[in-house]
C-alpha cells in the first residue's frame, strides 16, 4: 500500500506519482489497484518514489476479458473516464453492462482483476465505464506479478 503524492492531467498525461520507490522494491510494470479495481500500471521508478500510468492515459494499452463469456479485446485509454475497447472479437454480442476486467494476455496483468464495465456500445466504438473515481482516492495498492 502507498499513499498518490499527485495526480498529473492534462490533454496528453493522466498519471499518479506515488510514495514508494526503488528503496521499497517497487518495479516497472507492478499494477497499480485502488479499493474497486485496477487503476493503471507502474511505469517508472525512482528511488522514493514512482509514476503510474492511469489506464485513461492514451498511453495505455491493457488486454481485457468481456462478459462471462469472456470476450477478448484490447481497452485504450483516451485521456477522461471513458477508454474504448478495441479489437473485440464478438462484437455484436458485446451488451451495455457487461463487466471488463483484465484478461491475463501479455503477462502484464494477472487476469480477472475486475475494471469496470461496458457503458457504450456503437457501431465501431466500445466504452467503458471504470470502477475506480481517482480524485476519492489517497491510497494505492501496488501488487508484485511476474
Known amino acids: 500500500s502507498t499513499r498518490i503524492i499527485t495526480q498529473l492531467q492534462n490533454n496528453y498525461l493522466n498519471t499518479v ?22 487503476l493503471g500500471f507502474v511505469d517508472r521508478v525512482n528511488n522514493k518514489t514512482s509514476v503510474g500510468i492511469l489506464l485513461s492515459d492514451i498511453n495505455s494499452r ?40 483484465t484478461s491475463g494476455k501479455g503477462g502484464i496483468f494477472p487476469p480477472y482483476i475486475i475494471i469496470g464495465e461496458i457503458s457504450e456500445v456503437k457501431k465501431n466504438s466500445i466504452k467503458v465505464s471504470l470502477l475506480e473515481d481517482l480524485t476519492q482516492l489517497t491510497h494505492v495498492r501496488l501488487i508484485k506479478f511476474n
Open 17 to 38: 506519482v506515488l510514495n514508494s520507490g526503488n528503496n521499497d522494491n517497487i518495479i516497472a510494470g507492478m499494477p497499480i489497484l485502488g479499493f474497486k479495481g485496477l
Open 62 to 101: 491493457v488486454p481485457v476479458s468481456i462478459s462471462a463469456s469472456d470476450f477478448q479485446g484490447i481497452m485504450i485509454g483516451q485521456n477522461h473516464n471513458s477508454p474504448i475497447i478495441e479489437f473485440a472479437k464478438n462484437k455484436e454480442l458485446i451488451k451495455v453492462g457487461d463487466k471488463v476486467s
